[in-house]
């Protein structure tokens, strides 16, 4: 087992160029953190992809403890690649990812571009959908309040038009920025088109997913 995790690699990554000039600093971690996301691809057994604010937090937690349970792990484990694997090696690996903005987008390009790798492409690959709109309004949130300056940096630098988190508003996010709604409908349409072409996938919506664990966990009648 590597002696870093994927997460603390990142860490490395970003403190190691934060002091670079602003273009250095901007495509070297582009290009390294692209591998990292190369490499937990090919290192996970399952692929999940979602545009942010899809339920992807939720789900994993959802993942995360279902292993807890299984294994007796405490709940702090949390999933995001190989956290769990490396607590114990029979829980499999994950690659969790928007495959879509910045160095992540890289994970596109192994399932379905220059790049393409057919042991990625085998592996169960699960996207994750909800209502776009619903995503935008909490993407403007999670975007201009939530995502960490090096990574709002690295996919502003991909943006025509970056985005001013301090003068935007919401509806401007979500009806005219690059990173609005008509952004979040090609973003669900490319990858459902990638998915359709994979052989071992499965398409699930949040809203049904959340629909499911109420009626599961709703007490049963006996009249």
Known sequence: MPIFSDRMKRRVILRSTALLPT????????????????????????IIIGHPKSG????????ARAYQI???????????TDELHRVNPEIPRFCVS??????ESALAEL??????????????VVLLLRHPADIAVSWYIQFTKRVSPAKRELINATLEHPVDID????????????????????FLNQWER????????MIVRYEELR?????????????
Request: no cysteine; aromatic share 8%; hydrophobic share 40%.
């Open 23 to 46: 273009s250095v600093r901007l495509s070297t971690r582009y290009r390294l953190l692209a591998n990292l996301e190369r490499g937990k691809a090919r290192r996970g057994n399952s």
């Open 56 to 63: 992807n937090t939720w789900l994993r937690t959802m993942i």
């Open 70 to 80: 299984k294994y007796s792990l405490p709940p702090t484990v949390a999933l995001k």
């Open 98 to 103: 928007n495959g879509y903005y910045s160095y």
């Open 111 to 124: 399932l379905d571009g220059d790049r393409f790798d057919a042991a990625v492409a085998s592996k169960p």
């Open 167 to 186: 003068r935007i508003s919401r509806w401007d996010f979500v009806m005219n920025s690059e990173l609005g709604l008509a952004n979040i409908i090609d």
């Open 194 to 201: 990638i998915v359709r072409g994979l052989d071992n996938t």
């Open 211 to 223: 629909l499911s664990l109420i009626h599961i966990s709703e007490p049963t009648r006996l009249d």
